[in-house]
């Protein structure tokens, strides 16, 4: 599992936002809260959101997450020159035959927020193609 972000709740509280793997599949946890992201929606996440990854940049390292695809999404920090504070970012690596190059970088609460969304979306999509339940 790995953090991917973390707010404060409108009472005050420290809120994580987590990815975990499962059985193959990527999940998003908030809370208590446990959805499952759509196959290939951290990748297109990334492609909408992310830029190519600077290998120059001074990053550190705070964790990562093995994806089901076999890539690696790591959670790093970066003090930019112009910045007071480190910002946190997440890494989405490339792939073996990925000819962009070394892999894109966004800002966490960037992807954390459009997979929330995503999140959401695809939840409801599930309860609409399900349909209503039938009583018996």
Known sequence: MLEIHETTSPSGEL???FLHVADGHLFL???ARRA???DGALEATFERFGRPLDEAARLTDVAELVLPTGRRLRRVRHLARFDVIAR????LDASEED???PGRAALATTIAGALEHLAGTFARAQERAAGPLSGS
């Open 15 to 17: 809120r994580s936002v």
């Open 29 to 31: 946890i908030d809370g």
């Open 36 to 38: 499952p992201l759509p």
């Open 88 to 91: 946190d970012w997440l890494v």
């Open 99 to 101: 000819e962009r190059g």
